[in-house]
């Protein structure tokens, strides 16, 4: 295997939003306890959060450039049970 293609691999396992910043967004947009979120996996970029008798899903949103930072968007509102 190639110094070029281990790189490359190397980079991509570094990639992607934490499960850190979804909980410390979703704390915040449903005015939630870190501690007492619930995430559950919809897709491989998709997840949604559930508490507080609230929920809410979120997408991973990657930019190009500045080494392909990575975040997570609120693409829903957050909605009572």
């Known amino acids: 295997?190639?110094?070029?293609?281990i790189a490359f691999f190397l980079l991509?396992?570094?990639?992607?939003?934490t499960?850190?910043?979804?909980?410390?967004?979703?704390?915040?947009?449903?005015?939630?306890?870190?501690?007492?979120?619930?995430?559950v996996e919809i897709d491989e970029k998709t997840r949604g959060v559930r508490?507080?008798?609230q929920h809410a899903t979120y997408v991973e949103h990657c930019t190009a450039g500045n080494g392909g930072d990575c975040?997570?968007?609120?693409?829903?509102?957050?909605?009572?049970r």
Do not use: V
């Open 71 to 80: 975040t997570w968007i609120l693409n829903s509102e957050a909605k009572g």
């Open 51 to 53: 508490g507080c008798g």
């Open 1 to 5: 295997m190639s110094k070029r293609l």
């Open 12 to 17: 991509l396992g570094g990639c992607g939003a």
């Open 19 to 39: 499960e850190e910043q979804l909980r410390a967004r979703a704390a915040f947009d449903l005015e939630c306890r870190e501690e007492s979120l619930h995430i």
